[in-house]
């Protein structure tokens, strides 16, 4: 699936109950440019919360409309330190943003929005 301005979401999945829905972010390395990489890792993210806010995962999976999301990203072979301090500041900060606030405050399309890292082995 694409999110906003062209983000790849490398799957959807259903969540742990009926009423979650997962859409997950697969990040491989290793990286040579960590910040670089961050940063693009981050337009990854931000374009999963504007694709469930905007209702662009609702037209291509009807049945997660007014759902809760898990923005999960996964990892293999990249810097844990690095990416788990930088996961926790996003994830504490995205949805406090004012525009993204609002825009989730008003949209009809997820009920909440919540995110996780693994670092599958």
């Known amino acids: 699936m694409t999110g906003g301005e062209g983000i790849v979401v490398d799957f959807i999945a259903r969540g742990e109950t009926p009423d979650e829905w997962r859409m997950v972010l697969v990040e491989e390395g290793p990286w040579s440019n960590p910040e670089e990489q961050l ?36 990892c293999y072979n990249i810097p844990q330190s690095d990416v788990r301090d930088f996961f926790e500041s996003f994830s504490a900060g995205a949805l406090e943003i004012p525009d993204y606030k609002r825009a989730f405050m008003r949209s009809p399309f997820v009920g909440k929005i919540g ?3 693994n670092f599958p082995a």
């Open 39 to 74: 940063r693009r890792v981050q337009d990854r993210l931000f374009g999963c919360i504007d694709a469930a806010i905007d209702g662009q995962l609702v037209e291509k999976f009807p049945e997660s409309m007014g759902k809760d999301i898990i923005i999960e990203l996964d």
């Open 115 to 117: 995110f996780r890292l």
